[in-house]
């Protein structure tokens, strides 16, 4: 696996007592080391606001790992989980291109060696580079097919001449153009006053899948499942990628761009649990964290839940 840039520092927090009945993310948690038996889920941090920097968006979200880890530290945990940490790739100002390039390495190699990768944004560049890893291991090189499900207020497909924060998924849908093939690309939570008439062209011509807001509430819950299981039928490896900034503001006020309307926590939380259970699931991650802007922690918090929730939910991957 290529080196990270940051070592996993020990992790911390409430400690209620010893053995299973008191276990938290903190007491089950080691750093990553290459002799661990395949089947672990691994965490890797990306510390990036470069690509967020670049779309004019409001600067933080490097800290956003750091954030996570704290969040996720004190949660307990039902039953032992075999977690592990491998550290952080960190992105220097100007070499987002790069940085992304080094994160595909070390989640390709992750992968290669049998775990699932949780991925700690970092701006939502961090898709694209979990889509290097994922599209360049062994079981994305097999054949088998890929379905990248975004949790998204955004379409995050803009043609911008340099790469950053809202061009991740145009970035794989040239990737996989060059490959021959159309990307298998669907979002779940667009907010029509946040992406232009040019954007919704696009993703029509690049064959994208699409719920807007207005049709996710908990009312609309059916339509939200029939949905995700439409798009699971589709693939063979599922990448979930997690833009925080498709939740309420009053949820998740800590992002580039807090979300005026947003999907329900209920509602992104009944599809985290839909695919962390279909077997598909290969790579998580979780972009736009921004704790400077975090009131009380909020969004790290409601962050930190989900990850817990498809971590600990998760079936085993099938075999594509």
Known sequence: MTKVDLIPGAWSGRDDGPGPDHLRWHSAMSAFHADITPGATVLVGFRSDEGVRRNRGRPGAARGPTALRHALASMALAAPTRVFDAGDVAVAVGHLEDG????GDVVAGLLDAGHFVTVLGGGHEVAYGGYLGLSTSAAGMSGARLGVLNLDAHFDLRDDPAPNSGTPFRQMADAEAERGRLLNYAVLGIAQPSNTAALFTRAVSL???YLLDDDCGAANLPAVESFIDEFLRTADLVH???DLDVLPAS???GVSAPAAFGVPLEVVQRVCDIVARSGK????DVAELNPKLDFDNRTARTAARLIH????WRAPQAEA
């Open 100 to 103: 992304q390039r080094r994160l």
């Open 207 to 209: 064959g994208v899948r």
């Open 240 to 242: 979930l990628t997690i």
């Open 251 to 253: 949820v998740a006020p």
């Open 281 to 284: 699931l290969a790579l998580l």
């Open 309 to 312: 929730r498809v971590v600990t």
